[in-house]
């Protein structure tokens, strides 16, 4: 089944984005996105709006990917897919797809572990330096955007990829984990969160003081001119490597609550000092564990994904980390962060080399565990 050179379709489609890449063996020629603006009007994701978004996008992003990588439908080695873990309705929109057209074209059939992708995307190679990160080609219910390979990574943005075993952090709206990576199908979870994942922390604490739909962005970058110091907030004490949010939200709550009583324009007036002082606690409580768990497993190469990778505070903390404690940090390019099938397509390869396939009987898993295949 090896050959000189494979191309691998991938399609990702686990929430509200709609995505398809084209990767040539490890290298991305194509990586376009549809995003869903709908949303905005509601403060989050309502699945049934993303899936009937999903089902209008995904023939036009597909056939631009491949536009833009230059290849025919009949070059194609495999496809792969998102299987899980995500919102049922849009999982059900990029199996139901990439299962047709694998059957169509006569190709393998992968699925893919969403969550195994944000970390394996690390050991992704790009293609082509110059292509632009927002090369707008359509939004919305229309055609998605290119996204390209502006961004940063650690002190290894030079040296290729993570040397296993490593730890993976990885950070979204659904998840929040620690994870040992021993090899790129054999992980591990250390830790996670016992309630609320980082990236709701942040859109919820946005949405208390007011700011639209995602605010986690919004919170990074109004903390970016505030005082981290302004306003202590507690963390919480929880056992191991797990973590707890709900607390965090709940105490911002009350005192967003108890200083607008006193001053109704609390939250104009000091909005960045807040988001500031939120940020530092959040990023505290993410290297806090990060730290107890490089001291316990004794590996000091670490890696972190998902969409609140993009984070600024925290790539900053690992950085800092990186001269501290002389880590080996590895940060994704931002268009690497977000849900994207680029990384769908690197594990797409990774299981096309070793020949592990699904078969048409394969289904969407809204709940798919880290460690499955």
Not at 188 to 212: H, Q, R, Y
Not at 268 to 274: A, G, M, P, S, V
Request: aromatic share 6%.
């Amino acid at each position: 089944m090896k050959q000189k050179n494979s191309y691998i379709l991938a399609i990702e489609s686990s929430c509200d984005d709609t995505s398809a890449a084209v990767l040539k063996n490890k290298k991305v020629l194509s990586n376009v996105v549809a995003t869903q603006k709908i949303h905005e009007e509601y403060g989050g994701v309502v699945p049934e709006l993303a899936s009937r978004a999903h089902q209008q996008n995904i023939v036009p992003v597909v056939h631009q990917a491949l536009v833009k990588a230059n290849i025919d439908k009949k070059d194609i080695s495999a496809i792969a897919f998102t299987r899980g873990p995500g919102l049922m309705g849009s999982l059900l929109v990029g199996t139901s797809f990439a299962k047709s057209l694998a059957l169509g074209l006569n190709v393998p059939l992968i699925e893919v572990n969403h969550m195994q992708a944000h970390i394996l995307a690390h050991f992704i190679e790009d293609e082509d330096e110059g292509i632009g990160r927002d090369e707008e080609i359509g939004r919305d219910e229309g055609i998605g955007r290119q996204q390209g390979s502006k961004g940063r990574k650690g002190k290894n943005e030079d040296s290729s990829v993570p040397e296993f075993p490593f730890l993976a952090l990885t950070i979204s709206g659904g998840h929040t984990q620690i994870v040992l990576v021993k090899h790129h199908f054999d992980m591990e979870i250390l830790g996670e969160t016992l309630d609320d994942a980082v990236g709701e922390a942040f859109d919820k604490s946005a949405k208390i003081m007011g700011l639209p739909y995602p605010g986690g962005p919004l919170v990074d970058r109004y903390a970016q001119e505030g005082n981290p110091d302004a306003f202590p907030f507690p963390k919480p004490k929880v056992d191991g490597l797990n973590f707890s949010f709900s607390g965090l939200k709940t105490s911002i709550l009350y005192f967003i609550q108890r200083e607008t009583a006193k001053n109704p324009d609390f939250v104009t007036e000091n909005l960045k000092d807040i988001c500031a002082s939120i940020q530092k606690t959040i990023v505290g409580i993410l290297m806090d564990k990060l730290k107890k768990a490089s001291k316990q497993t004794g590996i000091t190469r670490i890696a972190i994904g998902g969409g609140v990778s993009a984070n600024s505070s925290i790539r900053m903390a690992l950085k800092q980390a990186e001269k501290k404690r002389g880590w080996t940090t590895y940060v994704p390019k931002f268009e690497y962060c977000t849900d994207n099938a680029a990384m769908i397509g690197i594990v797409g390869y990774l299981k096309y080399q070793e020949g592990l396939f699904a078969n048409q009987a394969v289904t969407a898993k809204a709940r798919y565990g880290i460690g499955s295949h």
